[in-house]
């Protein structure tokens, strides 16, 4: 139902700053909650930021007030953009998607961008 296609990630210095892109199918506001996740090797998957349809946002209290969630409408994508970032910001970074339809949901997720950040 939702195909995701994630860009943007790389190399940076500490206090340096990336954006994060992830193309979704069809409209993010025909999606119930949009967002990213991220995993550090060795370590669980952890939640980034999420966008809720009516627009409410979360983010894990590690990167409050350093990463912004946005939606890009023209392109239906939602955007990651990070700064200030530090060396445990290091890990690969995966878009999330979940989807209600008649009686079920559906959980969906992009293959991941690398992101290190060392000096």
């Known amino acids: 139902q939702v195909r995701l296609v994630e860009s943007g990630g790389g190399l940076v210095q500490p206090g340096g700053s990336l954006r994060l892109s992830c193309a979704a199918s069809?409209?993010?506001?025909?999606?119930?909650?949009v967002g990213w996740y991220r995993q550090a090797p060795g370590k669980q998957r952890e939640l980034v930021a999420t966008?809720?349809?009516?627009?409410?946002?979360n983010y894990a209290a590690s990167v409050k007030d350093r990463f912004t969630i946005s939606i890009v409408n023209a392109k239906n994508t939602v955007d990651l953009q990070m700064d200030s970032l530090k060396p445990e910001d290091t890990a690969d970074y995966y878009c999330?998607?979940?989807?209600?339809?008649?009686?079920?949901?559906?959980?969906?997720w992009g293959h991941g961008t690398q992101v290190t950040v060392s000096s």
């Open positions: 999330y998607a979940r989807d209600y339809g008649p009686g079920d949901e559906d959980d969906y």
């Open positions: 069809r409209s993010i506001f025909s999606i119930y909650r």
């Open positions: 966008f809720t349809v009516g627009g409410e946002t």
